[in-house]
């Protein structure tokens, strides 16, 4: 048996994406590799046959992932593959190109294309609705102006005078046209058999986070405000039995995490149906996943979404008038959904396997494929030991990666790893770092402290808290893992994390000296500054800390880590990527510099041209130098 070591990632197929045809007899999903030669990700879209689940490759164009189904026999998907449209990209200009395929062979045949950036794409009759983005200012090469909030957006660039708006494409006009108005931005949409819904905000200085709701007319797109911009998140919508259903918060209570409520618009007016407290979301952690696809889909009769419930999740359901249902509780991570010949079909993570596809019909579940089961079958994939403990009548999950080859009469080094979010949730699933890092020698051990998602909103709730109860359940979990295994050595346990967790290293590191080693990435340190450079500070920062650097910066400033840098004395390593404006990098230096000053040990790896998604999704060559500087620091000062 071959030991998982920090390449093995780059071996690993990501299926993602299975979406039904209209007909429900056939599906279509990309499957995402890396190729390590060019540095990158291909991705080529593969059909399934839904009654006896057979798969087959059909595009091999390395850059398909983006589709939507013509008819039950033909897709279309964006790419570029003509040489024209190819100089004109390496000129500067912005297309996509768009193609059509049949499912049973044959080459892929131009269409059409646009001189935009294409998102989100769907397809009614000869029209096809997308989202593009439009810039409203010439962008400079040598520099940029802001004027507005926010300015850029992690994983998107400078965003500032930049929109997403809808346009329709004619394929049998050959026109393009821009329905929606000017400065808004939108933020999701839904085609329905006579209509489109959509959310979007309109603004030209301050961007709110409470976007309207609007139905578009499939012909004269007449655009109709169901719901104001500025009273409520709306997280989706749709038409269910005739009537305007959606899932979305006032915020009033919890703020921009507050799990959304289910609501019918009747005659202009919203009624509340059901409140779920839970998230509508995956929210359970894995760094081997592109989730591209829907995670909320609707019929005639029901709305189909994942919830995270504790450790894991699951498949829920919904009717018109509000009566939710679990179709399907199982250990693991949920993915993407799609609906077709009277089953669910999703892309999930189960028994500390990687992503494959399954289908849910008549409450049983059945693994359709098996990308990786052979590469696991050769792998020392270390199980998940699970248990509860109780801190401060608070009852939390741990759990333990023991090392592989484990001998109980051995001493091993130990690493704490905490999630991100806060409002994030780790389970017994597949996590290559974590696996990685079990397969070298260590024990790997986690929890879900105060903050985590999957257990209501009051659980979740961290505002004004940052570095309290967190911290503490952080810290029982270590005094629980070590009384439950005393091959642990307790002077070589480490603590790493990101963002939210890469926060909770650099506050451990000033307010304890029982980790022996950090590895801290993409995270907080001073909250002051950070509110102010992010692309969510000005909302989720200010939220979180119950503060703002005018009126009460002493409330931000004793929950920032710098504020105890001076009292570190704990080897820490930093990892931050220069693109990531959701924890900007002004953090990660202003505490490598303040433990550089103290005389700390510390080292800092910045990443070029990464964002907050760098152990994720980033380059295949920084992934491994990222896991490379986290082993050989560890190995440093923990063995």
């Known amino acids: 048996m071959k030991k998982i070591d920090i390449r093995d990632f780059m071996n690993y197929h990501y299926p993602t994406g299975l979406t039904a045809a209209p007909d429900g007899k056939h599906g279509v999903f990309a499957v995402v590799d890396v190729n390590e030669k060019e540095n990158c990700y291909d991705s080529c879209l593969w059909t399934m046959d839904l009654f006896d689940g057979s798969v087959r490759k059909l595009t091999s164009g390395r850059k398909e992932r983006n589709f939507s189904w013509i008819d039950g026999e033909t897709l279309l998907f964006a790419g570029c593959r003509e040489k024209e449209y190819k100089d004109k990209i390496e000129d500067g200009e912005t297309w996509t190109c768009f193609y059509t395929i049949g499912l049973h062979g044959g080459e892929a045949e131009f269409s059409f294309a646009v001189p935009y950036a294409v998102g989100k794409f769907a397809v009614c009759g000869n029209k096809v609705f997308m989202s593009v983005k439009y810039e409203y200012a010439k962008e400079e090469k040598d520099y940029e102006v802001f004027d507005e909030l926010p300015f850029w957006a992690n994983g998107k660039g400078v965003v500032n005078k930049k929109r997403n708006r809808l346009a329709v494409y004619d394929r049998e ?203 696991l079958a050769e792998r020392d994939v270390c199980p998940v030991e699970e248990f509860t403990f109780t801190y401060k009548d608070v009852e939390l999950d741990g759990y333990v990666m023991k090392p592989a080859g484990f001998d109980p009469e051995k001493k091993y080094p130990a690493l704490l790893t905490v999630h991100g979010g806060p409002r994030a949730t780790f389970g017994p699933v597949f996590f290559h770092e974590s696996q990685a890092f079990a397969n070298a020698g260590y024990f790997v051990f986690f929890t879900n402290p105060v903050g985590s998602d999957g257990r209501g909103n009051a659980f979740a709730d961290l505002s004004g808290r940052y570095g309290t109860v967190d911290f503490e359940n952080c810290l029982a979990m270590t005094d629980e893992v070590l009384k439950r295994y005393p091959q642990i050595d307790e002077k070589r346990v480490g603590i790493m994390g990101g963002s939210y967790g890469g926060f909770m290293c650099n506050w451990a590191i000033g307010n304890t000296d029982r980790f022996a080693a950090a590895a801290s990435q993409r995270s907080i340190s001073n909250w002051i500054s950070l509110s102010m450079t992010t692309d969510i500070g000005y909302s989720f920062d200010l939220q979180e800390t119950a503060g703002d650097p005018w009126n009460s910066p002493d409330k931000m400033w004793v929950c920032s880590p710098l504020k105890y840098a001076h009292k570190a004395k704990t080897p820490t390593l930093f990892i931050q990527s220069d693109e990531d404006y959701r924890c900007y990098m002004g953090d990660a230096l202003q505490m490598f510099s303040a433990l550089k000053y103290f005389g700390v040990e510390t080292r800092m790896c910045l990443f070029h041209g990464e964002n907050h998604e760098l152990s994720r999704s980033g380059k295949p060559s920084h992934r491994l130098r990222r896991l490379s500087e986290m082993m050989e620091w560890f190995e440093k000062y923990l063995k």
């Open 173 to 375: 006009k050959e026109t393009l046209e821009i329905i929606t108005p000017e400065y808004e931005t939108v933020e999701n949409f839904w085609l329905e058999e006579d209509c489109l819904l959509y959310t979007g905000v309109q603004y030209t200085d301050l961007k709110s986070w409470r976007p309207g709701l609007y139905r578009v007319g499939l012909e004269g797109y007449e655009r109709e405000t169901l719901i104001p911009q500025d009273r409520m998140r709306i997280d989706y919508a749709c038409i269910l039995k005739g009537s305007v259903t959606l899932f979305g918060s006032e915020m009033k209570t919890y703020g921009v995490n507050e799990n959304p409520q289910l609501f019918r618009l009747e005659d202009g007016t919203l009624k509340e149906l059901a409140f779920f407290d839970r998230s509508i979301h995956n929210s359970i952690c894995s760094d081997c996943k592109f989730a591209d696809g829907e995670g909320i889909v609707h019929d005639d009769e029901r709305i189909y979404f994942i919830s995270t419930f504790r450790k894991q999740s699951v498949i829920c359901s919904v009717d018109a008038e509000g009566n939710f249902e679990t179709l399907y509780d199982r250990q693991g991570s949920v993915h993407t959904l799609s609906l077709g010949a009277g089953a669910v079909w999703y892309t999930a993570m189960r028994d500390m396997g990687l992503t494959e596809i399954y289908r849910l019909k008549d409450g049983k579940e059945e693994k359709l494929t098996a990308f990786n089961d052979g590469l």
